[in-house]
Nanobody, 121 residues
């Protein structure tokens, strides 16, 4: 089993920045891709960004390209999401996710508990 623990959410004004962290523990050897989803009230959960732990290749939702950056520290089994120029529409619960033996984050095997990000206008 793998456990994912997020941190770094909070309240920020529009235009501000936040950095989310996700630390994985347990049987992390099987994880090949990690990333972040988000879910706003009344909306479906969407993939925000993902990163392949082996190649470092990353993907982003169009809505966050140029503003968010995902990175990883394999030695610490941690993934980060640096969010800049935040907008009120970025307000959501952000979930860390991980998948085993896949190149892309499609159907995560593991989920974090979620961390709230609120952007005020």
């Amino acid at each position: 089993q793998v456990q994912l623990v997020e941190s770094g959410g909070g309240l920020v004004q529009a235009g501000g920045s936040l950095r989310l962290s996700c630390a994985a523990s347990g049987r992390t050897f099987s994880i090949t891709v990690m990333g972040w989803f988000r879910q706003a009230p009344g909306k479906e959960r969407e993939l925000v960004a993902s990163i392949n732990r082996n190649t470092g290749s990353s993907r982003y939702a169009d809505s966050v390209k140029g503003r968010f950056t995902i990175s990883r520290d394999n030695a610490r089994n941690t993934v980060y999401l640096q969010m800049r120029n935040l907008k009120p529409e970025d307000t959501a619960v952000y979930y860390c996710a991980a998948e085993s033996f896949q190149d892309n984050l499609i159907a995560p095997d593991y989920w974090g508990q979620g961390t709230q990000v609120t952007v005020s206008s």
